[in-house]
């Protein structure tokens, strides 16, 4: 009997399967979204079990875990690393049409050729043949990430984080480019007073400039862009619930700022402008630097009060947003756009009835600079599963370019996450491969498609972040 995972899976016609093997299956990776640590790969971690590699930092596990009832000790909690895993082999069954369940055994198969099919009967057996393989040295971090063939990973780093590491990572020549993202989402905690000055007294610190009202705030941002841009920075990424339909300008910002940071509270009103302001200032500022930006929106973080406070965040209790997404961002593009300050954009929506409004959205600003300047992102967070990834695709189609997207993501903390590459490639080419079969697309322009997914797969990143 063939594998489960075997060299055809999602593919399912002649014409999908020699897209993915002739133009997709070797292209190196640009994973130009990740949540992974590069104190880790600075150091070459070796992962001491299988359990800490997979389920020490992986919320979607952990979401499965306790809607399957497994109780907090196996999953956060204390119990041994041999009881996590019998409990994740035990769940594993139960997830079937959950993304968890492909992405699960793809791992195996790519990083441990396994074929098994993970269960309860066979998870001492499967442990202790990862575990032996994960004690060789083929299996540190940076060997896992070449394994892949990742050629470009991008981290997601805070304003005042040291890059200590990925200063490290470069002058070790290591092959695989590991190149800090600017992070700045703890500005636009505007409805914090407490929370907002702290990292603004940090901010202020780590730059060396004393922030005293807004303009030292831009002074002090515009240090640290600089920083990080020596260190290899060529992208930022800002991560909001919605984006606020209320009006700023200037003014407003400057006197908001002042207020906040003499220790005053801001009505939600207030609170809303500061933080518009601030994301405006903040995408300005991307474009005086030259790099891409990304808008991730859609999410409600921290649901679960009681986990929160035992736990902390990304602990797998966060969900999907509800808020108006439309009016207030086009204001902001569109101020800036008008300014000439808009820069490389792509915008990603959490919330499936904000698919084609942001697809839309995007397309609205392109200027015919460059192909794909604003772009409609990649299937995210809960959306990242075959019917979340074949809407945005097919959304992307009809609305806008596909042959000029930049592909696919991680948003991941997982050093195996990289099966999730090729499991997008697969179902790209097999929607590509089942309108040729349809007469949706010719046959006779194989090559040309061919070369689109190619693109789609590694050279459209490349250029559009110019890596």
Not at 185 to 195: E, G, I, M, P, Q
Not at 286 to 295: C, P, R, T
Not at 318 to 341: E, F, M, P, W, Y
Not at 415 to 426: C, G, L, N, P, Q
């Amino acid at each position: 009997m063939k594998p489960f995972i075997h060299d055809d899976f999602l593919l399912e016609n002649d014409y999908a399967r020699r897209l993915y093997h002739d133009y997709a299956e070797h292209m190196p990776i640009i994973d130009y979204h990740n949540h992974l640590s590069p104190k880790m790969i600075a150091e070459d971690y070796q992962f001491r079990t299988i359990t800490e590699l997979w389920l020490g930092g992986d919320h979607y596990k952990w979401r499965a875990l306790r809607a399957n009832g497994v109780v907090e000790e196996c999953i956060t909690g204390d119990a041994p690393d041999r009881e996590k895993f019998r409990v994740w082999a035990r769940t594993l069954p139960y997830t079937m049409r959950n993304p968890l369940y492909h992405w699960t055994q793809l791992e195996l198969k790519r990083y441990f050729g396994i074929d098994d099919l993970l269960c309860e009967k066979n998870a001492d057996e499967i442990y202790d043949k990862c575990n032996a393989m994960l004690s060789q040295p083929e299996f540190s971090v940076k060997n896992l990430l070449l394994r892949m063939g990742v050629e470009v990973l991008c981290t997601t780093d805070d304003p005042i984080d040291s890059l200590e590491y990925h200063k490290q990572i470069a002058a070790s020549g290591y092959a695989v480019k590991v190149l800090p993202t600017w992070r700045p989402d703890k500005l636009l905690n505007t409805s914090d007073t407490v929370a907002f000055n702290a990292y603004v007294d940090a901010l202020s610190e780590v730059s060396g400039i004393t922030i005293t009202d807004f303009d030292s705030l831009v002074e002090a941002l515009r240090l640290r862009q600089k920083f990080f841009a020596e260190c290899g920075c060529r992208l930022s990424d800002h991560g909001v619930s919605y984006v606020p339909n209320v009006e700023f300008n200037e003014e407003s910002t400057s006197y908001l700022f002042a207020k906040i940071r003499s220790g005053e509270e801001l009505n939600a009103t207030e609170s809303e402008c500061l933080c518009g302001g601030i994301l405006h200032m903040l995408l300005g500022l991307n474009a005086d630097m030259g790099w891409a930006q990304q808008l991730h929106i859609g999410a409600i973080r921290n649901n679960n009060l009681r986990l929160f406070r035992s736990l902390g965040p990304d602990i797998g209790c966060d969900s999907i947003a509800d808020g108006q997404v439309a009016q207030g961002l086009s204001r902001i593009l569109g101020r800036l756009d008008d300014k000439g300050k808009l820069t490389r954009t792509i915008i990603y929506n959490l919330n499936p009835k904000d698919s084609a409004v942001l697809a839309t959205m995007a397309y609205n600003f392109n200027d015919g600079t460059e192909p794909g300047k604003m772009q409609y992102g990649a299937a995210w967070w809960f959306l990242d599963q075959m019917d979340g990834m074949t809407e945005q695709i097919n959304i992307l189609s009809s609305l806008g370019l596909l042959s000029r997207f930049v592909g696919m993501l991680t948003d991941s903390r997982s050093f195996v996450s990289y099966t999730r590459h090729e499991y997008f490639r697969r179902l790209l080419c097999n929607i590509l491969g089942a309108d040729i079969e349809a007469g949706l697309l010719p046959a006779s322009e194989l090559e040309f498609i061919g070369n689109m997914v190619a693109d789609i797969s590694y050279n459209n990143a490349k250029h559009y972040f110019g890596f």
